[in-house]
């Protein structure tokens, strides 16, 4: 029953964003396709493992919610004319393939585009539009976002509430807005798109290192970006970003799903096309001029890209890349970063330094890889007993299984 109902929900995890983009659009309601969407959940973990699993499941899932959809839409005390206009709506999906298939009047393959744009609207603080979006569009819960944000369940269970209920208040538009106006929402969109590619290449939870649906819904994403805004250095930079980063995802696990760090990994396994097309991008983009920071973190990506083997990386260049990037986009993450490129041409010592400045500050002292990078460089440094001491706390903040095993195993051999 127990392998049922896990089987159940990683296929729910899988397809929760596109059929919950799908119910939005057919509802206006976050929190109705919501619950819709949570009963079809119960009802499957009820009916599969006693009548076994259908032959269409994301089908079946789609159509289930859209019916628990329209029955808590007759419930409702509402106006007859918008019950009647929106019950009409919801029976004429009535088939599975209306559920499934792209919404025949949307461009660009089906709703969740449309769903960030919603999300991403000027009316919505910049961080309620990133985290509405990761837990609309990728399903992710509150403690997984909220760790991302360096915040409290409870404050970003808070924001996400208020989110949804002024898109109902204000009649915010469910659709993907005008040329005049995609700038104006260009930011936070991109945003949201690298943080279900972040989701995806490295797991914030869980047991898996890797969703590789999110990586590929994030890359997806990042072409239509491309085609929607094809001048704009930052939306290619996004892309370029991505598939140079995502080409390294099988090489950054073993066969068992451990983690490999970059400097230990099998280049030969990198994806020699998602290089190729991240590479023609990337100089696309570059070409286009005014470098902000995605694209910036392309660059980066293509000199690591570049480098055969791992002695041969360029990371002179990287800190200068990091700089440019500290001056667009200054923060204790950037900062981190570039002390690790730092450490690499000046000496764990000088990293270290740098390093030791950002714990000081404070600002990421619940970050796992400010304490995961500064337990590296003190293990570099033969600082056994404060690497141990780093490193235990690295392994308590980290949300994923294999990160966490990772950290306990390089722990497990300095007490050796």
């Keep these: 029953m127990d392998d049922a109902r896990r089987e159940i929900e990683a296929l729910f995890r899988q397809e929760y964003g ?31 493992p006693a009548e076994g699993t259908p032959d269409r499941p994301a089908a079946w899932i789609a159509t289930t919610a859209r019916n628990r959809l329209l029955d808590r839409v007759r419930r ?19 088939q599975e393939d209306d559920m499934v298939a792209p919404a025949q009047d949307f461009p660009h393959g089906d709703d969740r585009l449309r769903l960030i744009f919603t999300c991403c609207h000027p009316a919505l603080a910049h961080e309620a539009q990133v985290a509405l979006t990761l837990n609309t569009l990728c399903g992710l819960s509150v403690p997984e976002i909220a760790r991302a944000f360096l915040l409290k369940d409870q404050t970003l269970a808070q924001r996400l509430v208020r989110a949804k209920r002024k898109i109902r208040a204000a009649g915010i538009p469910y659709e993907v ?9 260009l930011p936070a969109v991109l945003a949201v798109v690298y943080l279900v590619f972040n989701e995806g290449y490295s797991a914030s939870s869980g047991d898996d290192l890797v969703r590789r649906e999110l990586t590929r819904e994030a890359i ?25 980063q995502g080409s390294r995802s099988e090489a950054r696990q ?46 980066i990506a293509g000199v690591h890209a570049d480098a055969r083997r791992p002695e041969e990386t360029d990371w002179r260049q990287i800190v200068g890349l990091y700089d440019a990037l500290m001056t667009a986009t200054p923060s204790p993450v950037v900062a981190l970063n570039r002390a690790v490129a730092v450490a690499m041409v000046e000496g764990p010592g000088r990293g270290l330094a740098e390093v030791d400045a950002l714990a000081a500050a404070g600002e990421l002292d619940g970050y ?49």
């Excluded at 997806?220 to 140079?244: F, H, K, N």
């Excluded at 983690?259 to 099998?266: C, P, T």
């Design 220 to 244: 997806r994403l990042g072409r239509v970006l491309v085609e929607l805004m094809p001048g704009e250095p930052e939306v290619s930079g996004l892309l370029a970003l991505m598939l140079l």
């Design 177 to 185: 807005p005008a040329p005049a106006l995609l700038l104006q929402r």
């Design 76 to 94: 409702r005390r509402v106006g007859e004319g918008k019950l009647a206009d929106l019950a009409r709506s919801l029976e004429e999906t009535d």
């Design 254 to 299: 073993t066969a068992e799903g451990e983690l490999v760090l970059l400097a230990d990994q099998d280049r030969s396994r990198w994806d020699a096309r998602a290089l190729e097309e991240g590479r023609r991008v990337l100089e696309a983009a570059l070409r286009l001029g005014r470098p902000g920071p995605f694209l910036l973190q392309a660059a």
């Design 18 to 48: 596109r059929i919950l983009a799908t119910l939005i659009r057919l509802s206006r309601d976050f929190e109705l396709a919501e619950e819709a969407l949570q009963d079809a959940l119960a009802t499957a973990c009820e009916r599969w």
């Design 368 to 416: 796992v890889y400010l304490h995961a990078t500064r337990a590296d460089l003190l293990r570099r440094l033969e600082r056994r007993e404060e690497a141990r001491e780093a490193y235990a706390r690295a392994a308590a903040l980290a949300g994923n299984g294999k990160e966490r095993s990772f950290l306990l195993r390089r722990l497990e051999e300095l007490n050796v």
